[in-house]
């Protein structure tokens, strides 16, 4: 019981701080929330979560066979990728905004969050380091262990996008700006020490 929660804390953790980071995502869900309102955030999010899925499932189908060859390397690579994505969060908490972007809205929220899912460069980065090395870590523990993880990384990305957007459909009465950026900057504080020891646990 203990192992679970412990991963459900730090998958929600870091995928709070994923989502928590100015990207395509984050504007789709600005831009859907003008048109939709509140159901916004949990559209975008659920577009987004089809994709991780279908990673997930290739990763514990067989493609975790083939990186087990490499789980050292890919452990290394995820820890480094933790604190250098921890830094670079603290470095742009300072000047992080969640203004209204200008340009066209995609009319699906749903497919919002797939299309700026699939076409993020970061997505990708993050999946084949940090997101591949925790679910190869709770595969060890069996397949429930990585499945925790991607739940703790959806209740992550559900809780924000929707809190995202309710608050912009109530005037941003709920989340200021002040708070996004110190929000931000705590998670990428966390993210920094998740890669100190991710780093130590596979170094030993």
């Given at each position: ?15 709070l701080t994923?989502?928590?980071?100015p990207?395509p995502t984050l504007?789709a ?5 003008l048109?939709?309102?509140?159901t ?7 577009g987004h ?6 990673i ?6 067989g ?10 390397a ?8 933790l ?12 000047s ?6 200008e340009?066209?809205?995609?009319g699906n929220?749903?497919?919002a ?6 076409a993020?460069?970061y ?8 997101g591949?090395a925790l ?5 060890h523990s069996?397949?429930?262990m ?9 209740v ?7 809190l ?12 200021s700006?002040?708070s ?10 966390f ?12 170094l030993s």
């Amino acid at each position: 019981m203990y192992e679970i929660l412990q991963m459900l804390f730090m998958a929600f953790t870091i995928g709070l701080t994923g989502a928590l980071a100015p990207g395509p995502t984050l504007v789709a869900t600005v831009n859907s929330s003008l048109k939709d309102g509140w159901t916004a955030g949990p559209k975008v999010a659920a577009g987004h979560a089809l994709v991780e899925t279908l990673i997930f499932l290739l990763i514990i189908g067989g493609l975790a066979d083939a990186m087990q060859g490499y789980s050292h390397a890919i452990a290394l690579a995820g820890g480094l990728a933790l604190m250098i994505f921890g830094f670079m969060t603290v470095l742009g908490s300072r000047s992080a905004t969640l203004a209204v972007p200008e340009g066209q809205i995609i009319g699906n929220a749903y497919l919002a969050g797939i299309i700026t899912s699939a076409a993020n460069p970061y997505f990708w980065i993050w999946w084949l380091s940090i997101g591949s090395a925790l679910v190869l870590s709770g595969l060890h523990s069996g397949v429930i262990m990585a499945a925790v993880f991607l739940i703790g990384h959806w209740v992550a990305d559900f809780g924000w996008y929707t809190l995202v957007s309710i608050s912009l459909d109530r005037g941003r009465s709920i989340l200021s700006e002040k708070s996004y950026r110190r929000i931000l900057g705590i998670c990428g504080g966390f993210l920094v020490c998740f890669g100190i020891y991710f780093l130590s646990t596979s170094l030993s």
